[in-house]
Structures are given as C-alpha cells and as structure tokens.
C-alpha cells in the first residue's frame, strides 16, 4: 500500500493580538512569519504535525504568498521541505476546484482533511466577530457560513473518482472534515455558527453510508475553543465571555481554550490510528 499524501485545505494564520495561557503556557500553536510570531490555525497545524512525522502535504488557500510564508515558517520550524506542497484556489467554485484536481500529482495515493472556515475565506465578518444576538445577524452571514457544505460537496465530487481508483489498486481511501462542537448543541448568540455546523456534521451523516459501501471512510473531527486567533479581538472575547457566562459553557468563568495540534492529533488518529472513531469531540480545558 503507498503512503498517502494528505491535502489539508484552509491552512492559514493569524497576528497574534492576545495570548491565552494555560497553567503558565500559551495556548497557540506559533509560526514565524515575515520575522513575527503568528498563531496558526487548525489548517496549518495539521500540516505542521503530519509534516513533523514525515508525510508529505499539500495545503490549499485562496492566496499564494500566505501558502508560500507558511512554507517558510514550516521549515524554520524543521520540517522537511521536500515534503511541503501547496496550491493555490478557491474550492468555494467549480473553476477553484477543477484548478486543484488538474494540479494534483499523478499516480499518488490521497487522504483529504477538509478544514475550511467562514466561505472558504472569501467573507470578512464586521469586526471579525460571528457571535451575534440573533437580530443582528444578517442572512447573508448565515450563507457565508453555510457555504462550508456546498465546497466541501464540490470538492467530494471531483475527488470520489481519485478515491475510488485508490480503492481499486488496493490502496485506501479516508476523509476527514473537521467541523465543530457547535454541530452538536447551541448556545447564545450561536445564530450562525451553530447552523453551519450543524449543517456540515449533517451532512457527514448524510453520505457516510454511500461512502462505507465503498470502502472509503470518512472522520467528524469536532473542535472545541480552540486558540486559532479568532477569538483574539476585543469585539469576539466580551461575546464568548458572555456566552460562558450565559450558557455556562466554561461554567461562567472566563474561557480557556485549546492549542490547534490538539485537534492534528485527533486528525491524524483518524487517519492512521490503530482503532479510529467516527467521532471525535477535542474539547478545551474545563469546557462543558
């Protein structure tokens, strides 16, 4: 059987404009870019940790120098650099789609880890903040989010063909779609995100026994809080901390939240453990 190389789409980064800390120890996952500390998000550290065990990537975003700073940052943080692939499109279109598929290289062996966040990164969120008391949540946010479910239906169809062959040369053929916590329950202001979560995990459901039919196995990794950046601006760390408070998520105490690798871990179980779940929940500390 070939090793697989693993496409991880949605790999990315953000400034790090707050650190969280856990029992004295950040809880991102740093990467040098352009001489600045940044924190990846679940995308990149994913890459980071398969790269850290010698498989082969292949990151796909929407914009070239972003991929290629990543690249850098991997190799300064040892990674090999024969192993770091990208490509550069939007699998939000039919047109980003075929652009990834045409680029794929010949005659290897895929696994897919779909990590892509708000409309593939093609929507900017007023203050970057999708946590919203429902009246001030706008329609179009909640497409922008829902749009996770049609690109990852998008790419599926044009990769199905790829797995299928895998199969057939006896090789396998495994999918992992990271998707939320916010798939299984509700909190305040969760108009948004816990829609389009629940609408991705749904959908999970909803091929995963065409898929087993055919030998092709597909993971739900559901992250928690997880300190990716998103929750650094002043605007998104007073709502979480009223949801905490409301919800009692953290048991209304001021929320702690888990590094990115947390979640690569769960990924790369799915993958290639010995005993993989269907499901995995990677929850932060203290969070309920």
């Not at 980064?13 to 924190?39: Q, W």
């Not at 990590?115 to 949540?137: C, H, R, T, W």
């Not at 997880?226 to 009223?242: K, L, P, Q």
């Amino acid at each position: 059987m070939e090793k697989p190389t693993i496409i991880i789409t949605g790999c990315g980064y953000k400034p790090i404009a707050h650190v969280y800390s856990y029992e004295g120890k950040p809880t991102h996952n740093g990467i040098n870019i352009d001489g600045i500390e940044h924190k990846m998000n679940v995308g990149a550290a994913v890459a980071f940790y398969f790269l850290q065990k010698n498989i082969e990537v292949i990151m796909i975003s929407r914009t070239e120098e972003n991929l290629k700073k990543i690249k850098e940052g991997f190799i300064k943080l040892g990674c090999r650099e024969e192993l770091i692939h990208y490509i550069t499109t939007d699998i939000t279109t039919d047109e980003g789609v075929n652009t990834l598929v045409t680029n794929l290289p010949q005659r290897e062996c895929f696994y897919w880890v779909q990590s892509i966040g708000m409309g593939g990164g093609a929507y900017k969120v007023p203050n970057d903040n999708i946590y919203l008391p429902f009246e001030q949540v706008q329609p179009e946010l909640i497409d922008a989010e829902s749009k996770i479910v049609s690109a990852t239906h998008r790419l599926l169809l044009k990769l199905i063909p790829i797995f299928r062959k895998q199969i057939q040369n006896g090789n396998k053929s495994k999918i992992c779609i990271i998707t939320s916590m916010s798939g299984e329950r509700g909190y305040h202001f969760g108009t948004t995100h816990v829609a389009a979560k629940h609408a991705l995990v749904g959908y999970i459901k909803g091929i995963e026994k065409e898929l087993e039919d055919e030998g092709i196995e597909i993971y739900d990794v559901r992250p928690g809080g997880i300190d990716t950046g998103m929750y650094d601006n002043s605007h998104t760390r007073e709502a979480v901390e009223e949801i905490s408070q409301r919800t009692k998520m953290w048991g209304g105490e001021k929320p702690i939240y888990a590094e990115p690798i947390k979640v690569a871990e769960a990924v790369y179980d799915s993958l290639f453990g010995e005993h993989p779940q269907k499901v995995y929940r990677v929850l932060a500390p203290k969070q309920m």
